[in-house]
């Protein structure tokens, strides 16, 4: 006993979850603490360690506060690991002399990197990715080299890729001995549309290599594989797994597995009593847990026992979620259930990059796992589907396809029982959060996590967090407000009433009148889009609160070179119109493809060169597509009955007419259309926000489909309608949407979350029971007839033109750093 006889606990290791024990125990004050860290600096977060390449410092990264170890009175030893631990005296010796005695003593000695034995592994240039010191000298070392490889193609491997890829390293190189990346967390089919979507993305990818030795006089020159191929680089990082360190746990003579870790028992107490294993160096029913969410649960079952409690370690969940160079992958159960233990369903999109798996029971009921890859917005639901064994819908398929229809309103997170384990990294459920809303009034994330601490860990359950909070809320019966932003304390909706109602034009007043602080990049795009949705005003002139599409009137391109994507309304041209386009392509040198939204896009422009593309098509009758802007699209069509031997009515013209009609008017996110001649379908007009196919009758109307990575089918909002009345509904239905959806919202979303759903749309449209009908369709035809071509604006002003230049100080000179390849023809950016 020691410090006013309070009994000292000494903690060995100052990683994550060392530093979460202390937070655990530290606030009983019931003991004194005393911890050893082997690294100079306090606990980071190793969890968003690649970040430290994108600009956040070691201090961003710092779990602790300036100061907190001095005010929770917690001894700190940095730099000063332990070398030895007397059992039988309870004292441990560090390498800078001190003896410290214990009356529990914790080993959170974490892991270390998994080096393979390999000819040449001491070579200049050979790193591991394990600390910051680790990336403060792969960071000297990238800066002397053009060439670089990573071995390994897990977790930790393909982030070690994404810091080479930060570093400016052109297409690093991944080594993976398995004949597939990720093949602990993923399934084949799964891997395969990751290693695409990478490949894509620059990286060179090795799978079933064997490393036999790292060759080079004194410093790496290349890897010689087992298959007597040779592949010359000049730094390796080695990211091939993780050992745990029970070294010091060994010298004790503590029990530990045949193949490494601590053994430990369910109250994670070592071969000593006293003595305790937490994290990536304990083993527990066989198993070693490399996840943070584990780490932290062992951390809080010792605090939770040395302080009176019951508390048991049975195990955890390893379903996991995580952005891969900007791809998502996740899976959660059991992602390799096959046939015929249960049935399977996939959907893969080859194209964009999607392969999505979930595995059900032979019975259908339940959710057993699966895999998401390139898009995993679903992963939470599903994960809480399977720990909860939720019945599904009748059509399971629903819940990676976003068929609202089939999913059923069980699928909700209010269904979820109360104690669901939401956020995993802290261990908080549903029924502590909705209690945080009902008891504590924490209604917004940022008091959720000084509530309850929920999402302050990875972050992946927020999006989770968000909808149980608006969902407790609704429960409470609150006002549940999506406010914009902190900068903002009302919602979209709120802010365009607001700015109708005082006439306001500009984002300064907006801000003065509504508003605080300087504005971000949240709420400056989503006022510029009230704005624009209000008064119709070219949106390049409110060019300093514009992402840099709006600010150019154009998508810029990998590479960064512009599009150039002019209207085509109905997707009808004629041959003059044609041959414009040609002579412009051949003039700049531009790409040419036929879009899916039938009209043609040139890419390849250099910015400075815009306004006199556009002179040229705008000159020929031309005018902006806004295929950079929240906007209208295209309004696709079928030939209809103009040439069409099936079709009922002129589609092409109703087309045009539609297109031209709503041409230009900003929304919360993008518009697309469909007018089809007949029931064929031929311009899936049933995939767009809305779409009209001919009847005998008349038209039938559909609104709120999408296409995209989660494709929802439009619904029926009216039937047999003409011309007339078609346009109507479609006035009223637009400007419902304009003023009420949420930013980068579309409307099937919109639709989804709208209490009563197509009823309640279909009442309000067709039936007018708000009364805003003829307000609605005066507001739409304002904006109609104050339509203006935002590039002829740009072309015809010359203080506008003089902002489309790369050097502000060499007007005329272009972007030296764009540079292309030859392609079928044509020209096209060259890889990164």
């Not at 979850?17 to 100079?40: D, Q, S, Y």
């Not at 002003?797 to 230049?805: G, N, S, V, W």
């Amino acid at each position: 006993m020691s410090n006013g006889n309070l009994p000292v606990v000494v903690v060995i290791g100052n990683g994550m979850v060392g530093h979460r024990f202390c937070e655990k125990l530290r606030t009983a004050g019931l003991f004194h603490i005393v911890v050893f860290g082997e690294e100079p600096r306090p606990a980071y977060d190793r969890v968003h360690l690649s970040e430290y390449f994108n600009g956040r410092s070691a201090a961003d990264l710092s779990l602790p506060m300036t100061g907190w170890f001095e005010e929770e009175e917690i001894v700190l030893h940095l730099g000063d690991p332990v070398r030895e631990i007397d059992r039988q005296r309870q004292v441990v010796h560090s390498g800078k002399g001190i003896s410290q005695h214990y009356d529990h003593l914790v080993l959170a000695t974490g892991s270390s990197p998994f080096v393979p034995d390999i000819n040449g592994i001491e070579k200049q240039g050979v790193f591991v990715y394990r600390t910051i010191d680790d990336l403060d000298r792969i960071k000297a070392y990238a800066s002397t080299v053009r060439s670089g490889a990573v071995m390994g193609g897990g977790l930790l491997g393909l982030e070690a890729a994404k810091a080479l890829l930060d570093l400016g390293i052109p297409n690093p190189h991944v080594i993976e001995f398995a004949p597939r990346l990720m093949p602990r967390q993923i399934d084949s089919a799964g891997s395969h549309t990751l290693e695409a979507s990478l490949r894509q993305l620059g990286l060179q990818l090795h799978l079933n290599k064997v490393t036999q030795s790292i060759e080079g006089s004194h410093r790496v020159e290349a890897l010689q594989f087992a298959d007597e191929s040779r592949l010359p680089v000049e730094m390796l990082v080695i990211s091939a797994g993780i050992r745990p360190r029970d070294e010091l746990a060994r010298l004790a003579g503590l029990s530990v597995g045949t193949r490494g870790g601590i053994l430990v028992n369910e109250k994670l107490q070592t071969s000593d009593k006293n003595i305790y294993a937490i994290g990536e160096c304990a083993l527990s029913q066989g198993m070693i847990y490399g996840l943070v969410a584990p780490g932290y649960e062992m951390a809080d079952v010792v605090a939770t026992n040395l302080l009176g409690a019951n508390k048991s370690f049975t195990g955890w969940d390893m379903s996991t979620k995580l952005k891969l160079i900007g791809v998502d992958v996740a899976s959660f159960g059991d992602p390799f259930a096959a046939e015929p233990d249960c049935g399977t369903i996939v959907f893969e999109d080859r194209h964009k990059g999607i392969y999505k798996r979930i595995n059900v029971s032979r019975d259908g009921q339940y959710l057993v796992g699966g895999v998401l890859i390139g898009d995993a917005a679903a992963y939470n639901l599903l994960l809480q589907t399977v720990n909860n064994r939720l019945v599904l819908p009748a059509d399971p398929a629903a819940l990676i396809l976003g068929n609202r229809e089939s999913a059923g309103e069980g699928a909700g997170v209010m269904n979820l029982p109360d104690e669901a384990l939401i956020c995993s990294c802290e261990s908080v459920t549903k029924a502590a959060i909705c209690g945080a809303v009902a008891e504590k009034d924490a209604t917004t994330i940022d008091a959720m996590k000084k509530c309850t601490r929920a999402g302050t860990g990875c972050g992946g359950c927020i999006p989770l967090v968000k909808d149980l909070i608006a969902g407790a809320m609704k429960a409470e019966g609150l006002y549940v407000r999506n406010i914009v932003c902190e900068h903002f304390e009302h919602s979209r909706q709120e802010l365009f009433d607001l700015v109708k109602l005082h006439d306001v034009r500009t984002y300064n007043e907006v801000l003065v009148r509504w508003g605080k602080g300087d504005g971000c990049e949240v709420c400056k795009p989503v006022v510029a889009s009230i704005l624009a949705s209000l008064w119709n005003e070219p949106i390049v002139k409110q060019a300093t609160i514009q992402d840099s599409n709006d600010r150019y009137l154009a998508n810029i391109q990998k590479g960064g070179s512009y599009s150039v994507v002019p209207r085509i309304p109905g997707g009808e041209i004629t041959p003059d119109k044609l041959i414009v386009l040609g002579k412009v392509a051949k003039k700049y040198n531009l790409y040419t493809k036929i879009t899916g939204g039938q009209r043609i896009d040139l890419f390849g422009a250099h910015v400075g060169d815009l306004p006199a593309i556009w002179e040229e098509l705008i000159d020929a009758g031309f005018e902006s597509g806004h295929a950079y802007g929240k906007a209208l699209r295209t309004v696709k069509s079928c030939v209809g009955s103009t040439w069409c031997r099936f079709g009922l009515h002129d589609s092409v013209s109703f087309a045009i007419e539609i297109e031209e009609r709503y041409r230009g008017i900003r929304a919360p996110h993008k518009l697309k259309g469909g007018v089809s001649g007949c029931i064929r379908e031929c311009a899936e007009a049933q995939s767009k926000d809305f779409g009209i196919i001919a009847t005998e009758k008349g038209w039938n109307l559909y609104v709120c489909g999408n296409g995209g990575s989660r494709p929802q089918h439009a619904q029926l909002l009216a039937v047999d309608i003409d011309k007339a009345a078609c346009i109507q509904y479609l006035d009223r239905f637009l400007m419902f949407y304009i003023r009420t959806a949420d930013p980068l919202t579309r409307t099937a979303t919109w639709l989804d979350k709208m209490d009563g759903g197509i009823s309640y749309l279909k009442n309000v449209v067709i039936n007018d029971s708000l009364g805003m009908g003829q307000q609605w369709e005066e507001e739409m035809q304002g904006l109609v007839d104050s339509y203006k071509c935002e590039w002829k604006e740009v072309v015809d002003d010359p203080e506008l033109r003089k902002r489309f230049t790369h050097f502000v100080n060499a007007p005329r000179k272009k972007d030296p750093q764009l540079q292309f390849d030859a392609m079928r023809g044509q020209t096209k950016a060259k890889e990164w």
